[in-house]
């Protein structure tokens, strides 16, 4: 047993010392509420604004410190983050748009910014993409897991997702690493766009598949493969498995065979010989 004590002291020697997870979430939490929500009773100033961006690029040093590589400055990451922060931003603020044309449930763009759990976790995945870029990958897998933990989607970081991105309801969702998703395409709760294999030396390769500009997919449907491609304009319909690719303008669906009859007796059988 004092082996195993010894062998767990080993592993913890060898292993980054790397902040509460509860410093991260609170990060994101706090980038929310400066980017996308008014909690005060009365307009924020532009001295205010500022003034709380500044602890947030003095939290965000902080944690890069334990995520940064070696061969880029923790300043220079802080710095190229938070000036692609407007773009983002802008990015984001797009996708609520496009949930809020696009969901005949939601009543105001407030609604959406402030309870929808779909823009959540695609507003995160912006962030997270971002630092995933910036090979904070860690950093990025730790965020955008926060958005799992709280939405049921799973977004991962890699992933390649272009403007005026939808997802109603959302749970259930995943997209993997190698996934690739255009313009203006709107997602239902439950879809995986998975990989046909799971083997850890394909780690580098394109595994999940190409999805193009103005696709619907449908709750329950998986999409998988690396070379799996759904034209632009295509339909995928409800509980629909597909690991090969669909041309444009496509409509795919599930036939699904439903018999009913009404609480009436049988009526009898009917005897015949051959």
Known sequence: MN?????????????LILPDKKLIHQFVDNL??????????????????KYKFTQLKNQFDEL?????????????QTTT???????????????ALTIFTKDPAAKSLEEVLYSYPGFFAIAVYRFSHQLWKQDLKLLARTIS???????????????????????????????GETAIIGNNVQIYQGVT???LSVKKEEAFVKRHPTIEDNVIIYANSTILGGQTKVGKDSIIGGNVWLTYTVPSNSVVYHKNEI???????FPAPIFYSI
């Open 81 to 95: 983050f938070f000036n692609i922060i407007p773009l983002l931003h802008k990015e984001a603020l797009n996708d």
């Open 259 to 265: 018999k009913i009859r009404d609480n009436n007796p």
């Open 32 to 49: 929310f509420v400066i980017l996308f929500s008014n909690t005060s009773k009365s307009l924020e100033s532009e001295e205010t604004i």
């Open 145 to 175: 897991e926060y958005a799992h933990i709280k939405t049921s989607i799973e977004i991962h970081p890699g992933a390649e997702i272009g403007t005026d991105f939808a997802i109603d309801h959302g749970t259930g969702i995943v997209i």
């Open 193 to 195: 766009l998975g990989a």
């Open 3 to 15: 082996s195993f004590y010894q062998e767990i002291a080993k592993q913890h020697q060898e292993l």
């Open 64 to 76: 890069v410190l334990d995520f940064s590589t070696k061969t880029v400055q923790d300043k220079e």
